[in-house]
């Protein structure tokens, strides 16, 4: 009997914490209120893209299902924590043809975060990255990039991710791409649009590029 309890205890605390990540999850994927909408919530619009360059050639809709299994995701946390216990996922959408095109934003506090990208049927070949190497379907995640959002922008945009790329020679079926650099570019100009049609309520856009991994010591 004791050690049914024990079980149970264990189970019901598993779903308590995959129901406050879900509830973190989708606060982060929410778009916040206007500022003028008196909610007082203190979420701000985090604004990115991600860019696979493939050769000379980018893939298209990096947030999409692929045939070949190949899809990104986000893992986004407090600069300093462990993110391996989180739950990856898609971030939200400005609009469809912006995120087809690999834009996306996160809804966060003020406050330092850490910015990682986990890919399917990917590795990421940089210092720092995790490769779990599962036979069907293999998985990576970059190392985390640093980003802060101001108290004083409601509209952030931290940069564009890009991911230097080639298909793997004698590699498993499985493994589609392997990625060996990670820069931030700096596409303020075409964030500046999307903030201008599909996040204007949230009024001007500001800029403070997230730090990549390969910055830091």
Not at 79 to 94: E, W
Not at 96 to 119: M, R, T
Not at 157 to 173: D, L, S, V
């Amino acid at each position: 009997m004791i050690g049914l309890r024990t079980a149970l205890t264990v189970v019901l605390a598993a779903m308590v914490t995959m129901g406050c990540a879900d509830k973190g999850i989708k606060q982060m994927t929410t778009r916040p209120k206007p500022p003028d909408g008196g909610s007082g919530d203190e979420r701000r619009v985090v604004l990115f893209r991600a860019v696979i360059d493939v050769g000379e050639e980018a893939m298209e809709d990096p947030w999409g299902v692929h045939w070949s299994g190949l899809r990104l995701f986000t893992v986004v946390g407090p600069a300093g924590a462990k993110l391996a216990s989180l739950h990856s996922f898609l971030p939200g959408r400005p609009d469809a043809a912006s995120s087809d095109n690999g834009w996306g934003f996160v809804a966060l506090p003020p406050g330092e975060y850490q910015l990682v990208f986990e890919g399917n049927a990917m590795r990421f070949a940089m210092p720092g990255a995790q490769f779990y190497g599962l036979e069907a379907l293999p998985v990576a995640r970059t190392p985390p990039a640093l980003f802060t959002v101001p108290a004083d922008a409601n509209l952030l945009y931290i940069g564009t991710f890009a991911f230097a790329c080639h298909e793997p020679m004698g590699a498993p079926e499985s493994l589609k791409l392997e990625c060996k650099t990670l820069e931030v570019r700096d596409e303020a100009k075409a964030a500046q649009q999307i903030a201008q049609t599909a996040l204007a309520k949230y009024g001007p856009l500001q800029e403070a590029l997230a730090t990549p991994p390969q910055a830091r010591p």
